[in-house]
């Protein structure tokens, strides 16, 4: 199975993460300015940054349906 998010996938992930991040943690009022400043200018679509994170999310997500995959055929399916 493969899996792969395009890249408006992957900054609509950002921003729910981010969005959470802002609303529920503990942060003060410099690292929110500090996160927001960040996801608005460095991390917008198209971007250099958000490319780059895509191609992490993919390459993690691969790697993690691939031993998934290995670790299946391994274990036995009786225990």
Not at 5 to 33: G, K, P, V, Y
Not at 39 to 64: P, W
């Amino acid at each position: 199975m493969k899996v792969e998010l395009e890249a408006e996938e992957c900054l609509q992930l950002f921003s729910a993460i981010t969005d959470r991040l802002l609303d529920e943690a503990a942060l003060s009022t410099e690292d929110r300015a500090a996160l927001k400043r960040w996801r608005s200018g460095s991390m917008k679509a198209g971007a250099d940054g958000m490319k780059e994170l895509a191609a992490k999310i993919n390459a993690d997500l691969g790697r993690t349906l691939q031993n998934k995959a290995k670790s299946a055929i391994v274990r036995p399916d009786w225990k």
